[in-house]
């Protein structure tokens, strides 16, 4: 089991290195310039289209999907690392259809905010990257991922494996497709626990936050924003 679980997270890591190189070496129309100054990544994924995030005046994230998908991430401070708490409020407005967020290729969602943590297991496979080719590429390096989603089939609150990163991703439905649009919600997460819960075990840091939204299985367009994500 637990060579199967490294040959997935190299698998996954070596993909991320292509997605990096591809997302640094052209210039990526979908980040408003602001995000990256505040120290805000993306991820693309190719052969998709990339959605598209925005930072409002009032300091939310907007985000736009049609038929897209891509992930906007940054690493955390040292303090943000040794908390236990996520605090956010998230708003649909234009919603996804409501599909299967364990099932691939039709696993979109309206949002999603992820936990990436740091990974243990793929070690000698960075050591090799070398720290050069890491910050060149701005590869995050990713263990374990806790994924919490708005939009997608199940009830609320319900526990499903990412089908992406099987095993070592978790899926957590918080607010499930058919809630209402155009209303503040917020969210309050003990990541911590909810890691020991799926994973059996404490987690080591986390490294990373990222949020997302994803539209391009059901070729649809979806609109909505995050914000006041702080961890505490």
């Not at 979908?30 to 959605?51: C, H, Q, R, V």
């Amino acid at each position: 089991m637990a060579r199967k679980s490294n040959v997935r997270t190299t698998a996954f890591i070596c993909w991320l290195v292509v997605v990096a190189f591809i997302t640094n070496a052209s210039e990526s129309t979908a980040k408003d310039l602001t995000l990256a100054d505040i120290g805000w990544n993306e991820l693309t994924i190719p052969g998709k289209t990339p959605s598209q995030f925005r930072l409002t005046e009032d300091r939310a994230i907007a985000i736009l999907s049609d038929a897209s998908v891509s992930v906007l991430f940054r690493t955390l401070t040292s303090q943000e690392e040794i908390s236990r708490i996520l605090v956010w409020r998230w708003r649909v407005d234009v919603s996804v259809p409501a599909t299967n967020p364990a099932e691939v290729g039709k696993d979109d969602r309206d949002l999603a905010v992820h936990v990436w943590f740091a990974d243990n297991e793929a070690e000698g496979l960075w050591e090799y990257l070398g720290d050069a080719i890491k910050n060149v590429l701005g590869i995050p390096q990713i263990g374990k991922v806790l994924t919490y989603v708005f939009g997608g089939t199940g009830e609320r609150y319900r526990r499903l494996v990412n089908p992406h990163h099987d095993p070592d991703g978790v899926i957590v439905i918080l607010r499930p497709s058919g809630t209402k649009t155009g209303k503040w919600f917020s969210e309050r997460v003990n990541f911590v626990a909810d890691f020991e819960q799926a994973f059996g075990k404490a987690p080591p840091n986390p490294k990373y936050v990222a949020i997302s939204a994803d539209s391009d299985d059901t070729k649809s367009y979806g609109a909505g924003r995050i914000a006041g994500l702080m961890f505490q």
